[in-house]
């Protein structure tokens, strides 16, 4: 009885040792990814007049067109995260509109506070904007972009979408235990904030990454929302019927490329065409395929333009 009872008390003692090494460990994480955050937060550059920092701020391609796309991007970036790809389908024919979704562009701390809701509610405003204006309306959504775009598909008439690097599931790597969302809701509470220096992002073309323009700190209270958000969608987008281009990396380490296409695959009424990379990460737009994959969707979207009426033409000729 005593050496079970010693037994007993070493399991005890072996999970409170261990609970304390972790909380222990999380708050001192928290606290150096705080301070991290401040001091990046004060060296940023930024346009002194809106405090948004430089290069992450709305854009606008105008054009006088019957054909408007929109360029939705992701988690904790900014619309830089398209590179060229603005310009390229205002060459094309396209008005373009890249917005600046809530809390992003200023600083991490922003984040806490926006709900899922205020990040669809830009994609919609943006759209019906657009809608009033221009006979068609076709979205590029770049990683949580891609969540949105799909919404908006699901929920109102899109010409044609473009995802880059679709945000479906976090890529899972075995030595990872649990699933990536699994283990931002565990250790949210704990943790805080996450920091990704530039070095560490997922950007095979290192010499890019002072193009990017994203916070080097995110908070995983925001991330449950993105992760929210990807679940509500995914459960209303089996009756999409727009036209879908899907242009993943093979070795995208963010967003999973296999539940990328399993989704795609559901979405039986629409038309889709993927597209995967050989060489590249999950930030497309500045990674070394970043000219194939915005030729690609400047020929997908100008392929799909005028669709519509060639298909009520002909019905009305039948």
């Known amino acids: 009885m005593k050496k079970n009872n010693h037994n007993g008390y070493s399991v005890f003692y072996r999970i409170g040792f261990w609970a304390g090494a972790l909380l222990v460990g999380g708050l001192t994480y928290r606290i150096a990814a ?179 323009v994203a916070y080097g700190y995110l908070p995983l209270r925001a991330a449950k929302e993105l992760f929210k958000m990807g679940d509500e969608v995914r459960k209303r987008v089996r009756n999409v019927a727009t036209p879908i281009l899907l242009v993943h990396s093979k070795g995208d380490e963010t967003a999973s490329v296999k539940s990328a296409i399993q989704l795609l695959r559901k979405l039986e009424n629409a038309e889709r065409k993927v597209a995967l990379l050989e060489k590249s990460n999950h930030v497309i737009g500045w990674d070394y395929e970043r000219d194939v994959a915005a030729t690609m969707t400047v020929d997908f979207l100008s392929s799909k333009a005028g669709a519509a009426k060639s298909d009520k033409k002909e019905e009305a000729m039948r």
Request: proline share 5%.
């Open 34 to 212: 705080k301070r991290g955050m401040r001091r990046a937060t004060d060296r940023a550059d930024r346009d002194p007049d809106t405090g948004v920092l430089r290069g992450a701020h709305d854009r606008v391609y105008p054009l006088a067109s019957d054909r408007a796309a929109i360029l939705l991007h992701g988690f904790g970036s900014s619309p830089a995260d398209f590179g060229d790809l603005g310009e390229r389908l205002n060459r094309a024919g396209f008005h373009v509109v890249a917005p600046l979704m809530p809390g992003h562009g200023v600083e991490p701390t922003e984040l806490l506070t926006v709900k899922r809701d205020e990040w669809i509610a830009v994609a919609e405003r943006t759209h019906r904007a657009l809608a009033e204006r221009f006979g068609e309306v076709s979205v590029v959504g770049y990683s949580m972009g891609g969540v949105l775009a799909l919404h908006l598909a699901s929920t109102v008439p899109v010409q044609a979408i473009a995802l880059w690097g679709l945000y479906v599931r976090v890529t899972h790597k075995w030595y990872y235990g649990l699933r990536p969302e699994w283990w931002t809701y565990l250790l949210a509470p704990l943790l805080g904030f996450v920091g990704r220096s530039k070095e560490h992002t997922h950007i095979n073309d290192k010499s890019q990454l002072d193009r990017l």
